[in-house]
């Protein structure tokens, strides 16, 4: 595509140089730039990419984007924000793909990766070749503009028809779904998290809030079983399918899942947990909304649909529970242990978690009570501890164990993981509950600088071997 057909795309712009060049990508990490890219400039916490432009003309790049003219040999478009006009120029570069496919946009702070592997799952079942985008499909929840219109493309190219990908608010804070044509926007719950980066629940709500308007999303599906969830219903701009609890009518619970009817259709979902009901239930109407029809969309929901480290049991034929579940949240960790507990088995509950160094260290206490409140025995260990050290992170956990006045459980403090996972696991006995929480799906952990392999799971199945269980 010629430069000057992309500048087209953006409201006030001024042009430099040769206007007429062919653009065949896009990048704005220097690093990464191909032959025919234009590099975008943008400007970041730590780095500017106005900085690093001869690096990326030296590299291959064509053109550049930037805010103010750079004294660099390339023709240049000159914007007054970088960063919200590079997913407009990414999606125009890629052919505009979201406009050739079904986008179903999920936003919340928990349930996002559910949610979407959910609508993949009804999705594909109804006929539509739906892809899924988010945490488990890369580093981060939501791509920057330019990877995430070229995963876009992709899709377009191997003839998907639908995609369902999480959206963080981060994300939209960074405008990196700006010229993303969402056909339906899904907001699953509100709880304490990321406030280190939006500072307080009302801005976080209002980062949030932006993709329920006319410039990103064409109709809503708002799940109505908080206080934010009625919130957003008042706050959005386009057509709004409330959903809440009482749409699974008839609803049972059990470890294994849960079966319900939805708008008079039998469903039996295969995840465990209210929370999961709700998920499957703005899941479902979310696809409705496609056109598929509630018949389809209830056996859909009725496929055994796995999503790793969020409830996952881990069973090698021992006579109690291990779950893995990625919740580093208070509402979160909240909801997983009241599943858990709402089973009334005989047995005790026992969880393992931390939390994450250099984010949002208010909500350390809030975890740690949370935990003391719901569980029988806690055992506090290392998260990604980061560039915090791991014992200083606990000790902020144990304030809010110590601060709950009649704790339900004890606490004991194992900073190693692999230890604290083990730990669990070899005081479990018969009809027990065992959740270990925080890291779900993640393969590795950050202790300082450095990064090593760790999975719950993998770990867990080892001390289940040592125990003398093996599947």
């Known amino acids: 595509m010629e430069l000057r057909t992309l500048a087209a795309e953006l409201p006030r712009t001024t042009m430099l140089g040769d206007v007429a060049i062919e653009v065949q990508g896009v990048s704005h990490d220097s690093r990464a730039v191909t032959a025919g890219s234009l590099f975008c400039c943008v400007r970041g916490t730590h780095a500017d990419g106005h900085d690093h432009a001869e690096e990326a003309v030296a590299a291959g790049a064509v053109a550049l984007l930037c805010d103010h003219p750079l004294d660099v040999s390339a023709p240049q478009v000159i914007v007054p924000d970088v960063r919200a006009a590079m997913g407009p120029v990414s999606a125009a570069v890629f052919g505009h793909p979201s406009r050739h496919l079904a986008v179903v946009g999920v936003t919340g702070t928990n ?60 994300a ?3 405008r990196r779904i700006d010229g993303t044509s969402v056909r339906v926007a899904v907001f699953t719950n509100l709880g304490r998290d990321h406030l280190d980066h939006h500072g307080t629940m009302d801005r976080y709500f209002e980062a949030k809030a932006r993709l329920f308007q006319p410039a990103y999303a064409r109709e809503a599906v708002v799940v109505v079983d908080d206080d934010w969830g009625r919130r957003m219903v008042e706050r959005a701009t386009v057509p709004v399918t409330v959903v809440g609890i009482d749409d699974a009518e008839d609803l049972h619970l059990d470890m294994d899942g849960s079966t319900f009817r939805w708008r008079g259709h039998e469903v039996s979902l295969s995840l465990p947990g209210r929370f999961n009901v709700l998920n499957a239930l703005a899941a479902g109407a979310a696809v409705s909304l496609l056109g598929v029809s509630d018949d389809e969309v209830a056996r859909g929901l009725s496929i055994p649909v796995r999503v790793p480290g969020r409830m996952e049991r881990i069973d090698a034929g ?22 858990a507990k709402s089973l009334g088995t005989s047995g005790r509950l026992v969880v393992v978690f931390g939390c994450g160094g250099e984010r949002d260290a208010a909500k350390r206490p809030e975890m740690g009570a949370v935990a003391a409140d719901l569980a029988d025995h806690v055992i506090l260990t290392a998260d990604n501890s980061r560039g915090e050290p791991t014992d200083a992170i606990i000790a902020q956990i144990v304030e809010g164990v110590d601060g709950v006045a009649q704790p339900r459980a004890d606490h004991e403090v194992v900073e190693d993981r692999t230890a604290a996972i083990t730990r669990a696991v070899g005081m479990a006995e018969p009809d027990d509950i065992v959740i270990v929480a925080g890291k779900g799906h993640e393969t590795t952990q950050t202790i300082g600088a450095a990064v090593t392999s760790f999975d719950d799971a993998a770990v867990i199945r080892r001390a289940l071997a040592t125990r003398g269980w093996v599947r």
């Open 318 to 339: 021992q006579p109690f529970a291990v779950v893995v579940d990625y919740a580093h949240t208070p509402d979160g960790l909240a909801a997983v242990l009241t599943t």
């Open 111 to 170: 349930g996002k990766t559910t949610t979407t592997h959910l609508v993949g799952s009804v999705a594909e079942a109804s006929g539509l070749h739906c892809g899924v985008l988010g945490t488990l499909s890369g580093p981060r929840t939501t791509p920057e503009a330019p990877e995430l219109q070229s995963a876009l493309a992709d899709l377009v190219a191997r003839a998907y028809t639908a995609v369902a990908m999480e959206i963080s608010s981060h």
């Open 172 to 174: 939209l804070d960074a």
